[in-house]
């Protein structure tokens, strides 16, 4: 029986505006070569060349393979051997949130125009990375998710970037009750970023927290703009939360939002809900990444 690999590739930004939507002022702007869209076709062109070497590589290698041709689509992991993403990080993140136990592994598609930080392969080196895959010769890391529960009903347990807790309107003040332990802290302030280690290169990092190392456990709490008009000192702002504790929310935002893993995810809170954030008993088995991976460093071959 051949290895079944489930493919998960996104859309680019000019495959979505230019060819299905025919946005003609960004045609426009494409035909004027502007600097603001100047990277989209390359881009675009890059990562279809990839789509073109994934799928040669994987016809060669004789596998099952079942393309889901959007990031956010639904897929079925059930008896997949590997699922691979080709795109950037928001694709691997995308695609992450349907796997359980099946390693993955991220094809940095445009790595001229893409960071890639979860990719542990890139266009032009795909042939032996999916043969060592498949015959799982490839150095695999556990990365730790997080778990989300509004009012006693789990949310998600695979939050692997991190989770934003917000007003609805960016200009907004955010008002909540945080717990952590038995520190109990009424708060203001622009909302607070929380996630595990793998999140903490990125948003956590931009609003003052620190870069975790990727096998860590911890997830780690960050408030944005914390409110305090008197100069009070507050205590929970850059909190680092081990793996058996949680964190406690109440929400005293009547219009509130909980952002999962980006923008695409986006749940409702209200005034008086109550969330609880802690690391999940599901990790994630990422394919080609080092635990000693830092920042701007790419990843040592397995």
Known sequence: MSDRVIVV????AYRLFVEEEQDERIARLLKKNDPTVRRMRRSHDEHEGTIDEVDRVLRKLGVDVVWVRRAHAPFDVDEADLVVTVGGDGTLLAASHRVGTTPILGVNSAPSHSVGFFCGVK?????SAMEDALRGKMRALQLSRMAVIR????????????ALFCHRSPAATTRYILKLGKVV?????SGFWIGPAAGSTAAQRS???KILPLASSDLQLVVREPYTPEGEKLKLVRELVSKNAE?????????GRLFIDGPHESIEIEMGDRLVFRRSPESLTVLGLSARRRWGVAPTKA
Not at 247 to 255: A, D, G, H, L, Q
């Open 151 to 162: 009012n006693g009903v789990p949310l998600s347990t695979r939050v692997l970037n991190d």
């Open 207 to 209: 609003a003052g927290g």
């Open 123 to 127: 266009k032009g080196h795909v042939k």
């Open 185 to 189: 802290e009424e708060q203001k302030s």
């Open 247 to 255: 964190v406690f929310v109440r929400s005293k935002t009547r219009e």
């Open 9 to 12: 590739a996104k859309r680019t």
